[in-house]
């Protein structure tokens, strides 16, 4: 078979590149496995419903004017424009990339076993090891997915405990989000423990799993690894992995592949403001995933959307716009958390709990 554009990956990027040519006028072929489904962070979403949210269903797809097979790439000469996809051979005009992450734990003995909610097979399998009543779960991992997962399991009663190498849930985070996090965690019932260096999973009579650490251990009906995404290619693309995220053109272009985009969370962003960025949020995979779309439709624009996310961690609602790594001071503004660069100009604010102040935050970084 033959196609004008494949993309490659079925989550939040690849679907909004695929539904943004749709409306150029351009019918995608969106390749992956399974449904089209929501990636990280709503994957909260999907615990308290039970169930991983549905970007589109097979209906919606074809009233878009998006064909799809379900399948992963399993070879791939992207020079010359090839896939072959289910024993499918595809000639392709133009491939888009957007793999996004892989959720593997970390190398620790018998931590392989334990569920990864992030992704929607081991989302259901999550909700499975669940069911049946109230159980005792440790989160390992208290970053943005850990601390919201450590929240929305505490509020389904659940007795949860969330563990993290660094002393303070969101500590990769800047000030105050640490502090924030750590209150809005606990006024959901669950635990944190700190410091907490884990060494080994094992699991026992009962299907009890003892968690070892070095300070000591502790005991779960469930494990949960929450120890974040890295971005990854599968081995069929013939794309070099040790220079991941993929560094890209101003027009998603990747080096040396003229017929190749790629987007999401596998690439560094190129920001007309801020350089190149990694931001794995889905706002930043919707903004790469239509400027690809409107750079292969022949649109000239740039990537200069601010960069956004936003969580709900229990009671509190955490919102952020610009890119805080420019940041070299944080101070309050008028009610605003505003972060400055060297020169004193604004490029990152925080919101606290007041979304509607999210219009004044853009404009002060507009302005």
């Known amino acids: 078979m033959s196609t004008e554009v494949a993309i490659v990956g079925n989550g939040v990027a690849g679907y909004a590149c695929a539904a943004r040519l749709a409306r150029h006028g351009i019918r995608p072929l969106l390749i992956g496995p399974g449904a089209v489904v929501d990636r990280p962070p709503l994957t909260k979403q999907g615990l308290a ?6 970007l589109a269903d097979e209906d919606r797809l074809a009233t878009l004017g998006i064909d799809r097979l379900d399948a992963m790439v399993d070879e791939a000469d992207l020079v010359a424009g090839r896939l072959v996809a289910g024993g499918i051979e595809i000639d392709v005009e133009t491939i888009v990339l957007a793999t996004g992450l892989a959720y593997r734990p970390p190398r620790i003995p018998g931590l392989e076993a334990a569920h990864v909610n992030a992704m929607p097979r081991g989302m259901t399998r999550l909700v499975d090891a669940l069911a049946g009543g109230p159980k ?10 850990g601390t919201e997962t450590s929240a929305t399991l505490a509020v389904a009663g659940h007795d949860v405990t969330a563990i993290d190498v660094l002393e303070r849930p969101l500590d990769r985070l800047h000030e105050p989000l640490p502090t924030l996090g750590a209150e809005a965690l606990a006024a959901t019932g669950a635990r944190f423990r700190g410091g907490a260096e884990l060494v080994g999973v094992r699991v026992g009579d009962n299907d009890l799993v003892t968690l070892c650490c ?15 995404g890295r971005p990854f290619v599968p081995p069929g693309l013939g794309v070099d992995v040790s220079e991941l995220p993929l560094t890209v053109g101003p027009d998603l272009r990747v080096p040396g592949l003229d017929r ?38 022949g649109i000239a624009s740039e990537l200069d959307r601010l960069p956004y996310w936003w969580t709900d961690i229990g009671p509190r609602t955490f919102a952020e716009v610009g890119w805080a790594d420019a940041a ?39 302005a």
């Not at 419903?49 to 549905?54: E, I, S, T």
């Not at 190129?270 to 690809?292: C, L, Q, Y």
């Open 328 to 366: 070299t001071e944080w101070g309050e503004e008028d009610g605003l958390h505003v972060g400055r660069d060297a020169t004193g100009e604004p490029v990152a604010v925080l919101v606290v709990d007041e979304p509607r102040k999210l219009r004044a935050a853009r404009a002060l970084l507009d």
């Open 214 to 228: 070095k300070d000591g251990s502790l005991t779960a009906d469930v494990v949960v690894a929450a120890t974040g």
């Open 49 to 54: 419903r039970g169930a991983p949210v549905l």
């Open 136 to 145: 005792r779960v440790v989160v390992v991992g208290a970053g943005l997915i």
């Open 260 to 297: 190749v985009h790629a987007v999401g969370d596998l690439i560094l962003a190129p920001h007309a403001r801020f350089g190149p960025i990694r931001f794995p949020h889905w706002d930043m995979a919707i903004a790469t995933g239509d400027r690809a779309a409107d750079e292969i439709a």
